[in-house]
């Protein structure tokens, strides 16, 4: 259908929104990653143009609801800056395996390398998202934002004080995420173990703040993914100006967001608000 992967919508649309996440400043070198759950008519797309001949190997995690699955990855220490113009020098696709517990690359990263070490961050993430929005959700996009990470050194590592002052921040971020942002302690990235504390978060909330490191992000498109992620940014952005010109004086209260909630027919986490 193709003469090459590079011309199917899904790829360019991957490309466009890593150069943007680029162009804002959140991927310094390497920093961050993404992921596509890629559907099934895209992989028939390309299929005659993968190559099956490469050895699976151990994801890290257990995937089963991710059994013979497709993604689209960036590689682990490619430079986000690369992506649009080395393309496939920079992402590839794997193909999960009918155990859910390895992958192998069946395109792209020609040059070598492997793909993110957030992998199993990644596919535990989308594991979750498959089951709690009903397949809806296909991208998982990780990054380095400064504001977002600056406020994880001033504030309590706390999911509902961090999400209330971003709600404050700007009357958009309750519409945008109603259910909050699960925050995680400091913990050492590309394992296992931080892939199990965000999964576990995953399952109530569309964003995490790692603290000290960055953000991560689920979405139904790249479109929306990107937005949730420029959002907060911009909310996180807007607090450390509010703190550098004296701190909060005045701000929307709760019955301001129920009022909100209401005029929106927004399901806004209850358990957030005082
Ligand atoms: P990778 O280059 O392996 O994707 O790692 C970047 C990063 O942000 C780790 O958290
Ligand atoms: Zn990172």
């Known amino acids: 259908m193709y003469n090459s992967v590079l011309e199917a919508p899904f790829v ?50 257990t995937v089963e609801n991710l059994k013979n699955e497709y993604f689209l990855v960036s590689g682990s220490g490619k430079f986000f800056g690369n992506i649009k113009s080395a393309t496939e020098e920079n992402i590839c696709i794997v193909e999960v395996d009918d155990t859910g517990k390895n992958y192998r690359i069946v395109w792209g990263l020609v040059a070598g390398g492997r793909p993110t070490s957030e992998l199993p961050a990644h596919l535990m993430n989308h594991s979750v998202k498959l089951t709690a929005t009903n397949g809806e959700h296909r991208v998982i996009y990780h990054a380095h934002p400064v504001n977002a990470i600056a406020i994880t050194f001033v504030l309590p590592l706390d999911s509902k004080i961090i999400t209330h002052l971003l709600w404050e921040m700007m009357t958009e971020c309750p519409v945008i995420f109603p259910q909050g942002i699960g925050v995680v302690e400091w913990m050492v990235p590309g394992g296992e173990k931080i892939a199990i504390a965000s999964s576990e978060l995953m399952k109530k909330f569309d964003a995490i703040l790692w603290a000290h490191h960055g953000v991560f992000c689920s979405g139904v498109d790249f ?52």
């Open 12 to 61: 360019k649309g991957y490309v466009k929104m890593a150069n943007e996440g680029y162009e804002r400043g959140w991927h310094e070198r390497n920093g961050g990653n993404l992921s596509y759950r890629i559907k099934k008519e895209e992989i028939e797309s390309v299929k005659a143009l993968l190559d099956f001949s490469k050895e699976f190997t151990p994801i890290g995690a």
């Open 223 to 274: 479109d929306l993914t990107f937005g949730l992620m420029d959002t907060i940014e911009k909310a996180a952005e807007i607090y450390v100006k509010v703190q550098s010109m004296g701190g909060i004086k005045q701000s929307i209260t709760d019955d301001g967001f129920r009022e909100l909630a209401k005029d929106f027919g927004l399901t806004l986490n209850e358990g957030f608000l005082n």
